[in-house]
């Protein structure tokens, strides 16, 4: 079920989704929209190999260039990521889909689906790709579109993974699983 804002009203005034700073006029029909915050991380273009499960987080800092401030420019064809101005905490029964609100997808600017998980808290950082020219980006706009779904039945497993309470724009985490070569 896909909540209203009326639904979404309730879940914040009740403190059951937390949205700070909140205000009505992110408030929109069926879910809610995100401002871009005061920090921005551009992908260096590199030739040196990036192996994620050997990797420290001192090497991948290698490969961003981190900016702060009230404004960015996102170049032709450049990846980056911004982070939201919003810090959420999501209930047990609730997820949210975040898309690129259309105003920016019709600047060509392209943004891959994200979820929000179920017991996530933090600010959300976002991969962005820039389109056929430079578009300028300032902190508080509405960039980022929010659908909120409930979920049959709160989770049995919450959210606690490497991203769990990230504030501003938080780089890629180094992998530190086990890589199985089972064959199937």
């Known amino acids: 079920m896909i909540l209203s804002d009326f639904d979404l009203r309730n879940y914040v005034t009740s403190g059951r989704l937390v949205i700070r700073p909140f205000s009505k006029e992110i408030l929109r029909e069926n879910g809610v929209d995100l401002r871009i915050g005061y920090e921005m991380a551009r ?11 050997e990797a420290t987080e001192d090497d991948l800092r290698r490969y961003y ?5 009230k404004e960015f420019v996102i170049t ?16 047990s ?5 975040v898309e690129l609100r259309s105003t920016f997808a019709r600047l060509g600017l392209v943004m891959p689906p ?22 300028k980006l300032k902190a508080g706009m509405r960039f980022a579109h929010v659908i909120f779904a409930k979920l049959m039945n709160p989770v049995e ?23 199985s070569t089972h064959q199937f």
Do not use: N, W
């Open 76 to 91: 032709p064809g450049e990846h980056v990521l911004v982070c939201t101005l919003e810090y959420l905490e999501m209930p």
């Open 43 to 53: 992908l260096r273009r590199l030739d040196a190999v990036l192996d994620l499960s």
């Open 114 to 135: 994200t979820i929000i998980d179920a017991s996530f808290k933090g600010q959300l950082t976002l991969e962005v790709r820039g389109g056929p020219f430079p578009v």
């Open 157 to 179: 497993k919450p959210y606690r993974g490497r991203y769990y309470d990230q504030r501003g724009v938080t780089l890629p985490k180094p992998l530190r699983e086990k890589i």
């Open 65 to 69: 260039t981190i900016e702060h401030g």
């Open 93 to 97: 029964d609730l997820m949210g889909f």
